[in-house]
């Protein structure tokens, strides 16, 4: 499986003022088994994952950061004339019927200018910034364990 390259916008990730965990009288969000996959030697991108559950009504996931990486990215994963391509998207929705997976193969975060200081076992606080249908932003923190290729 080959995959096609991609044009990355290396644009800053917008700041987020500080807000409530999303947790409104409307829905809840969740999320859980956070990852990042450690680059291998000499490279500092890296993919990653998690999985988000959203209990009333949809959210979209918009943004993440992390301490380890200068930027993290939405990546969609399709099939384009047999083959792979990721595409950088400016948002992900999450419904009660459909939580948000991201994962190795799938749609997947991706981050850049990862620290080559990272360690397999070790975890990274990963921020994500979420809308609700109102456009209204919050913020969740979530813990992304640190894996390596393949595991
Ligand atoms: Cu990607």
């Given at each position: ?20 965990a999303p ?10 088994g ?15 994952g998690?999985t988000?559950?959203?209990?009333g ?8 950061e992390t301490?380890?990486?200068d930027?993290?990215?939405l990546?969609?994963m399709?099939m384009?004339?047999?083959v ?6 400016d948002?992900?929705d999450?419904t009660e ?11 997947h975060?991706?981050l850049f200018g990862v620290?080559?200081?990272i360690?397999?076992?070790?975890t ?6 979420l809308?609700d ?5 919050s913020?969740l923190?979530?813990?992304a364990?640190?894996?390596?290729l393949?595991?």
């Amino acid at each position: 499986m080959r995959i096609a390259s991609i044009t990355a916008a290396f644009g800053l990730v917008a700041m987020v003022a500080c807000a409530p965990a999303p947790e409104t009288a409307e829905s809840s969000v969740t999320a859980s088994g956070a990852f990042v996959v450690k680059p291998a030697p000499g490279r500092d991108v890296a993919g990653g994952g998690l999985t988000l559950t959203v209990t009333g009504e949809p959210m979209s996931l918009v943004g993440a950061e992390t301490d380890i990486a200068d930027t993290v990215e939405l990546h969609t994963m399709s099939m384009d004339d047999g083959v792979m391509r990721m595409r950088k998207v400016d948002q992900m929705d999450v419904t009660e019927d459909a939580p948000l997976e991201l994962k190795s193969g799938g749609n997947h975060l991706m981050l850049f200018g990862v620290s080559p200081d990272i360690e397999i076992g070790e975890t990274a606080e990963l921020v994500l910034t979420l809308t609700d249908a109102d456009g209204t932003e919050s913020t969740l923190t979530t813990q992304a364990e640190i894996r390596g290729l393949g595991d």
